[in-house]
């Protein structure tokens, strides 16, 4: 199970620090409700399954347990740490908008950089969770699509990409996955 806190400190900590007054969120003002659904970065929309307390060393802390949509990983974000990790609501439909501006983007300047290079801060990109920045994605690698062959791994990135904004945008619109899919082939489409 996936505690949402990669690369940062201990739960301890989180809990002392909030122990002095820095950021804590009360039962009473919890950001998600159970049944919501929400955005975790790099892995896509998930549900509010549970708000459950668990003892961590120094005192409790609540967390959201939450399951993936796609893959059913379940994942707990502590509630105090839930935008730190970049837990967010599914986008509404002026970012969707704001997306598709950006897809529809033609004077790109796609960076000439080695392919890792690149590949790292596409990774970067999406693993902010941000829909700007994996549009971003999409619109870089179909552009460069244009130009050459896309690699393994580039076309893997690429699907990456464009699965979690598909997902995300479908369950936004309240559109078929296989409709959104399509409008945003489309889009991209028009960059060869």
């Given at each position: ?14 809990h002392k620090e909030n122990m002095r007054g820095k950021a804590t969120v009360t039962e009473k ?18 549900v509010i399954d549970s708000i459950e307390t668990r003892h961590l060393g120094v005192g409790d ?38 997306v598709y501006e950006i897809l529809r983007e033609r004077n790109v300047v796609i960076n000439t ?80």
């Amino acid at each position: 199970m996936d505690f949402g806190v990669r690369g940062t400190a201990p739960f301890d900590t989180f809990h002392k620090e909030n122990m002095r007054g820095k950021a804590t969120v009360t039962e009473k003002e919890h950001l998600y409700k159970i049944g919501e659904k929400v955005v975790y970065p790099a892995h896509g929309v998930g549900v509010i399954d549970s708000i459950e307390t668990r003892h961590l060393g120094v005192g409790d802390q609540k967390f959201y347990k939450l399951t993936i949509l796609e893959s059913g990983m379940k994942i707990m974000v502590p509630v105090s740490q839930a935008d730190v990790v970049g837990l967010r609501r599914v986008v509404d439909t002026k970012t969707i908008e704001k997306v598709y501006e950006i897809l529809r983007e033609r004077n790109v300047v796609i960076n000439t950089q080695t392919w890792n290079r690149r590949y790292r801060e596409y990774t970067q990109k999406i693993k902010t969770g941000s829909v700007f920045e994996i549009a971003k994605v999409i619109r870089d690698l179909s552009v460069l699509r244009g130009d050459k062959e896309l690699s393994f791994g580039e076309r893997k990135m690429l699907d990456t990409a464009q699965g979690l904004l598909v997902k995300e945008i479908s369950i936004a619109k309240a559109r078929s996955e296989d409709a959104i899919k399509a409008e945003l082939e489309a889009l991209c489409a028009r960059m060869h």
